[in-house]
T-cell receptor, first 117, second 109 residues
Framework: GAVVSQHPSWVICKSGTSVKIECRSL??????MFWYRQFPKQSLMLMAT?????????EQGVEKDKFLINHASLTLSTLTVTSAHPEDSSFYIC?????????????FGPGTRLTVT | GQNIDQPTEMTATEGAIVQINCTYQ??????LFWYQQHAGEAPTFLSY??LDGLEEKGRFSSFLSRSKGYSYLLLKELQMKDSASYLC??????????WGAGTKLIIKP
């Protein structure tokens, strides 16, 4: 099956610093990637949708200048949390859709746990 | 508006059967998904329904009624490893999913 990787799997950073999270589709071309955030015991919250080569579409309430998304290639999207604060501590998950097939499924990465101290 | 409802938590016994319900109200409908998520891990795909009826896949089955805005996930022969959260999600347009809050399933011996 299709595999999506994320790196790093966990990261601890100091308040005010920036953190970059990578999401890669390993064996398919991901024309569309999604970034989610999940707080403990809560459901997934879609942050943004990114299409390769174009600007990401952010959900209401998500600051695009704080959460920078780049989808420069068909296999890589990055999420950069800028000037991180403790309230940004969360589980960040990406998913990808294979745009070259009719398959309907979104494939999820293993997630990145971010802790801001 | 968009709304997807699932029970917050359910408890069942190992070896038994459990049904997790999901009701939805969305502006469009292009398929309903069920995902399983273990604590601290990303969701994994379980099933997809776009037409009315029952889809069976091993111990798991999923049912859809579009006219009622209703789906359920049926888990048979429950195993301890089935303890997880089960997420219902509706695809409105081409690809974006609207997620329910998830149902935490606790399996007891």
């Amino acid at each position: 099956g299709a595999v999506v990787s994320q790196h790093p799997s966990w990261v601890i950073c100091k308040s005010g610093t920036s953190v970059k999270i990578e999401c890669r589709s390993l064996d398919f071309q991901a024309t569309t990637m999604f970034w989610y955030r999940q707080f403990p015991k809560q459901s997934l919250m879609l942050m943004a949708t990114s299409n390769e080569g174009s600007k990401a579409t952010y959900e209401q309430g998500v600051e695009k200048d704080k959460f920078l998304i780049n989808h420069a290639s068909l296999t890589l999207s990055t999420l950069t949390v800028t000037s991180a604060h403790p309230e940004d501590s969360s589980f960040y998950i990406c998913s990808a859709r294979d745009g070259t097939s009719d398959h309907y499924e979104q494939y999820f990465g293993p997630g990145t746990r971010l802790t801001v101290t | 508006g968009q709304n997807i409802d699932q029970p917050t938590e359910m408890t069942a016994t190992e070896g038994a059967i459990v049904q997790i319900n999901c009701t939805y109200q969305t502006s469009g409908f292009n398929g309903l998904f069920w995902y399983q998520q273990h604590a601290g891990e990303a969701p994994t795909f379980l099933s997809y329904n776009v037409l009315d009826g029952l889809e069976e896949k091993g111990r798991f089955s999923s049912f859809l009624s579009r006219s009622k805005g209703y789906s359920y996930l049926l888990l048979k022969e429950l195993q301890m490893k089935d303890s997880a959260s089960y997420l219902c999600a509706v695809r409105e347009g081409n690809y974006q999913l609207i997620w329910g809050a998830g149902t935490k399933l606790i399996i007891k011996p």
